[in-house]
């Protein structure tokens, strides 16, 4: 496979919140949370980055990595699409990555979901290590983060987005 030019879809910033209590301040104040996700920043493996500095972001699809598979009923592994991305010189975004798109992110548009690529995030309440997947829809003008997903086995198709770091 040849390697692939990955654009730059966001540049956020982290290591904005001192503490997990100022984050979930923030993120209580301008995004609903719901399911799971709420037991996001209770997980001792959520670890809010001590270095405040920029991050680039880009989004992988099944498409952009097999363009020539147009069909459908086409589906690729999480860890398929993992191995490529990283190939590519891409790397796992920091844990707060998924909600710090949700308070600086310009482009979260209705309907937009997007699987955040992180180191894996044990929740003790359902007693399972997730990686951070969070839709994205606007529920009276509020952000609402729904959920983290088990990805080892799943398949997705051609239009699941990733977000990887560069």
């Given at each position: 496979m040849n390697n692939i030019n990955f654009q730059i879809w966001e540049t956020i910033e982290i290591g904005t919140y001192k503490s997990i209590k100022e984050f979930e301040k923030a993120i209580?104040?301008?995004c609903l949370i719901k399911n799971f996700s709420k037991n996001l920043l209770?997980?001792?493996?959520?670890?809010l980055s001590k270095e405040h500095k920029k991050i680039n972001l880009v989004v992988v699809t099944p498409y952009i990595v097999y363009p020539k598979k147009l069909d459908f009923e086409f589906y690729?592994?999480?860890?398929?699409?993992?191995r490529i991305a990283f190939k590519n010189g891409l790397k796992l975004c920091p844990v707060e990555t998924g909600l710090q798109i949700c308070l600086q992110s310009n482009r979260l548009c209705k309907g937009t979901s997007l699987n955040i690529v992180t180191e894996s995030i044990f929740i003790p309440t359902i007693k399972k290590s997730c990686i951070s997947h969070i839709d994205r829809w606007y529920d009276d003008g509020n952000i609402v983060i729904?959920?983290?997903?088990?990805?080892?086995?799943?398949?997705?198709?051609?239009f699941s987005k990733f977000i990887f770091c560069t």
């Open positions: 209580n104040e301008n209770k997980s001792p493996s959520f670890i690729v592994t999480y860890e398929r699409i993992c729904t959920g983290l997903s088990i990805f080892s086995e799943k398949n997705f198709n051609r």
